[in-house]
């Protein structure tokens, strides 16, 4: 696999190679990381897709979960070029593809897995900081002003109230119901209803496939070349930004060229939000 390379090769075709590695999230914020959501990755999935001669699209999935929504949004996007162009997509799970990244694999007409692959956690979570010690230790006064009883639930600012985490366990309730009517709707009568499925519990690739959450046992290499064992496969990235493509990095920020020095709050926000990252991942041991 040739990643960065546009799959148009002539012969017996291509398989696009698409890699969906990172929490789902919508944006990133001032600390560097591999994120997934549907601006990061449309313009590979487009490129994938619309690539001549391509014969099929995979997916190399990597993924703990994150944004609900921005699962759905990259899951819809799949679907709707898959019927577009009329090409099937297979989905490979890697070190994990739970929560959202079962989503997305979903998304696909067939799934794969390796044996040790963590697979499923058909479930919502959501995580956050109580910071109200903090504050205090420091003699921090937290001023907030809203107009509408509800708008500051789950402040972390501030004690944590019984109705705002009933609030919470209500929407995540609705959230589940969603995640569940997807999996259904694309795994139909493969899946073993018997088993505890929908409870948020991961499991192994081998256990995946007896439950009916994956389809077979395999590496992209291993299935791409006997199902295509004349098409080549061809990785396809998304379109760098131009800053990325000269080399320069926005975190490269000089006094003196105009750009402002950090600002220490964007950076303790930014650390507890690479906190949240990787707690994504060590639910999964990575």
């Known amino acids: 696999m040739l990643p960065g390379v546009l799959a148009s090769k002539v012969g017996g075709g291509t398989v696009s190679v698409v890699r969906l590695n990172g929490v789902i999230a919508a944006a990133s914020g001032p600390v560097p990381r591999a994120l997934i959501n549907l601006q990061a990755v449309e313009s590979a999935l487009t490129r994938a897709f619309e690539a001549e001669n391509a014969v099929a699209v995979a997916l190399v999935i990597n993924s703990p979960g994150g944004s609900p929504t ?24 890697e070190d994990v593809a739970a929560s959202g990244g079962y989503w997305l694999a979903c998304a696909a007409d067939e799934i794969f897995a390796c044996p040790t692959s963590l697979v499923g ?6 995580g956050g900081f109580g910071l ?19 708008k500051a639930r789950l402040d972390p600012f501030q004690p944590e109230k019984p109705e705002d985490v009933e609030w919470l366990l209500g929407m995540q309730g609705e959230l589940h119901q969603l995640f569940i009517e997807w999996v259904r709707s694309r795994r139909g009568t493969a899946l073993d209803e018997s088993a505890d499925l929908f409870t ?9 496939l007896e439950l009916g959450l994956i ?19 061809v990785g396809v990235e ?49």
């Open 70 to 93: 921005q699962s759905q949004l990259v899951a819809d996007r799949i679907r709707g070029l898959a019927a577009e162009h009329e090409l099937p997509v297979l989905a490979f799970c």
């Open 132 to 150: 109200t010690g903090l504050i205090e230790r420091f003699g921090i006064e937290r001023r907030l002003h809203t107009a509408g009883e509800n």
């Open 238 to 286: 998304p379109r760098k930004p131009l800053l990325a493509r000269l080399g320069v990095g926005v975190a490269a920020a000089v006094p003196g060229l105009g750009v402002s020095a950090p600002d220490p709050a964007a950076m303790v926000v930014g650390a507890l939000e690479w906190l949240e990252h990787r707690a994504h991942w060590s639910r999964f041991g990575l």
């Open 215 to 233: 389809d077979g046992i395999g590496t992209a290499r291993e299935v791409l070349t006997q199902r295509f064992p004349d098409a080549e496969p």
């Open 200 to 208: 948020g519990e991961v499991w192994t690739g081998r256990r995946a």
């Open 121 to 126: 956690s058909i479930g919502v979570v959501s």
